[in-house]
């Protein structure tokens, strides 16, 4: 379903110089598939998604989604693509403060021709658990139940592809597993890819496909690697019991 | 959720800066309502006070302007006055000759022919018209006086009605107008020229009363209300400005007009005859004419006879400030007025034609100056639109950014931001509209009172005929300006949004994003 290829990304530094972020020569998620994408801060990841989901065009590369080359689509034509095939959920969650809980999932489906469905928004509400609090403002919402409001409206248009930038970061301990669970699982029941990235490794562990950005981007391979090389081991243990 | 919803969210978000805003621009458009609302109240009553029931001013040379001011609008001081010999002009032979036996020369004429009548035992009256050697001399000798018995007035053939007005005198700070009761009896007045004036109370004044002799006044409306005359109260008036010393003589209310929203509600009506009779009104005889056995009244004679008794002042001593004329028909019109002009004694003047002059060089530019003054304010109101849409934009990068990345594309995004513009342009608009109308509303009977205008809450301004305003003069013609204040103000949401709209165009969504 998405396939990376070549893909490359500099950003120019103040004093001039291109500095490298990404260089990936070939990434890939299958349609229904959930992967973990790990990655230290700095390595690019925010970068690599913003090109998955067409908000950043690479230097170079192509990006497939649903065999459509999103690198040569128009602006206008990949955020048509984006608005209809592919949900993004924020590590700060990025509600609109002055929209309701409802509105916030409602905006999900505004920008969609003819996708204005209250109903559809209400029934995501419900399942993560929030109808009761449909017309609350983000401010009258906890951190958790605004991370799950930003899951129902990145799933509002029954995309292809969800992308979850470290969703459980700005969450606490006790409603980190609740937010990942929810996103697997509405996931799962219709039949989405998830692409979800962090550097929390109890959350990568769930897993059974766990990609280090370290590797696959060669741009930053051979920088300090966060991660110590029994990490490896640990996440590999804990796919085996999932 | 439409655009125009995200939009109005947003501006609940910045509720104080929204509303402060909204009041500004409704500041504006209530102004814009209120001049153009002003304007047609103008027109209005320069087209009802262009409905004058005669077409035709006849005062003494000078302005033309200035003689209709003064006479229309009593504004602006008379220039000088005219013979009352001339006003009986326009008069046909009865009448004329009957005006006539109050001259000193018909008196003069009446005392020589009677000493004829002694020689020969004819009744004086006879002798008018009778050939006879001795009445011959003496005719002869009167015709040199200019008497001029026995005609009809030069312009009467044409005159379907004048009627005198003298000014000179106040009470208060309103007009003393002496004038005959023609005036209340044959004047109408009116966008349709046929209202006819009405009293609140009382009459009009009789040309010789029984109780008040000459000295009977009807009032204006607003004088009547301002001074708290009522009927049977007197007042004296003063004599060439307010402050002026006042009359002994003092005239007795004796009707109170009902408002026409003319003038004429600010003016005080008095017998013509009354006016002549005050101090200082009669004009000072020439010198064979002060050796007659005249009826000029001296002050003494006038303090001698109680207000009934007083004698009317003779001809020679009489003038008029201006002489409202009726013509027969507008055809005849042009013609009596080049007449009158060629004339050394006064000027015609058509007031129909002034008024509009008036109206089309100084009210029509100074309404258009006013218009484009509140236009300039709408502006500066849609320019603290666009201060308010861009200073809010830099806090909104991150929202404009969040909207991006949910796949709305630059065009909605600008969209979003226009329709915030014309949000605020148009909840501005209404508010102002409902402000400046319910300022009309408020003034309404006030300006009823003042012009004779009626405005209603929802009344719109009338259109702006002849102007043309890029292109627009078809337009502007026909359809109210109110009406175009909404086009307008889209347009100018429209045009100072653009900027704001153009930043979150431009918005770097991934930088925004990452910036949060």
Known sequence: ?242 | MSLWRIAWRSLEQRGLASLLTTLSMALGVMMVVAVLSISGIVSASFRSNASLGYNMIVGAKGGKLQLTLNTVYYLSQPVENVPYDFFLEFFPQSVRDEQLKNSLRYQAFRARVEGLSVVNRTPPEALLGVTSPLVDAALEALTAQSLELGRDGKYSQFTSLAIPLCLGDYLGRFRVVGTTTDFFDQLTFGPENDRKYEFTAGRNFHPRDAEHGFFEAVLGAEVAREMGLQLGDTFASTHGDPEGAGHGRRFTVVGILKPSGTPNDRVAFVNMEGFYLMEDHAKPLEEPEQTADHAAHSETDQHAHSPAELPPLCNEQREVTAILVRTITPLVTPGLKNAINEGREAQAVLPVLEIYSLFESIVRPFQLLLLALTALICLVSGVSILVSIYNSMSDRRHEIAVMRALGANRTTVMTIILWESILLSLAGGALGWLAGHTLNWLASPRIEAQTGVTVRFWDLAPPLRDIEIWGLGPIMGWVSPEVLIIPALIVLAIAVGLLPAIAAYRTDVSKSLQDA
């Open chain 1, 1 to 242: 379903m998405l396939q990376l290829t070549g893909i490359t990304k500099s950003f120019r530094e103040p004093n001039g110089h291109l500095l490298p972020i990404l260089d990936v020569p070939h990434f890939t998620v299958a349609a229904g598939e959930q992967m973990v994408l790990l990655g230290r801060s700095g390595s690019g990841k925010t970068t690599l998604l913003h090109i998955i989901a067409g908000i950043t065009r690479p230097d170079a590369g192509s990006v497939q989604f649903d065999n459509i080359d999103m690198t040569r689509l128009s602006e206008p034509g990949r955020d048509r693509l984006r608005a209809a095939k592919i949900g993004y959920v924020f590590q700060t969650f990025n509600l609109l403060p002055g929209f309701s809980a409802l509105e916030n999932v409602l905006l999900g489906m505004t920008f969609v021709q003819g996708r204005r469905d209250t109903v559809r928004a209400r029934d995501l509400l419900e399942r993560v658990g929030l109808r009761q609090r449909a017309s609350h403002r983000p401010a009258a919402l906890s951190v958790g139940e605004q991370q799950r409001v930003a899951v129902a409206r990145a799933l509002a248009n029954r995309p292809r592809l969800l992308l979850a930038d470290e969703p459980t970061a700005n969450v606490d301990p006790g409603n980190q597993q609740t937010i990942v669970d929810l996103i697997r699982a509405t996931c799962h029941d219709e039949g989405i890819a998830l692409l979800l990235v962090t550097h929390a490794r109890e959350v990568a562990q769930q897993f059974a496909r766990v990609e280090r950005l370290e590797e696959i981007n060669r741009a930053v391979r051979g920088q300090h690697d966060p991660y110590p090389s029994s990490y490896d081991e640990d996440v590999s243990d804990q796919r085996s019991n999932v």
